[in-house]
């Protein structure tokens, strides 16, 4: 839903406000889908820390693959 909520407001964005420079856009769109995977993973990685250290430590690691996509939007 995010992705298309940008594909759709982003032209319009540009219309109104033409200072803001597309690539902006284009980082937003690309970096949309992986930030809710990492904020899934990252609450998983959440509950199952205190239950199992290395289960939890895991996740983190998948949730921080998700991270290091966003920064290289970025």
Same mark, same amino acid.
């Given at each position: 839903?995010? =992705? ?10 540009? =219309? ?15 970096? &949309?889908?992986? &930030? ?5 993973? %990252? ?12 289960? %939890?430590? &895991? ?6 693959? &998700? ?8």
């Amino acid at each position: 839903m995010s =992705f298309a909520s940008q594909v759709a407001c982003g032209p319009l964005l540009l =219309f109104l406000a033409p200072d803001i420079p597309a690539v902006g856009v284009l980082a937003n769109v690309l970096a &949309a889908p992986a &930030a809710p995977i990492g904020t899934g993973i %990252g609450v998983v990685a959440l509950v199952l820390l205190p239950l199992s250290q290395p289960v %939890g430590t &895991a996740a983190v690691w998948v949730a921080s693959l &998700a991270t290091r996509w966003v920064a290289a939007t970025a």
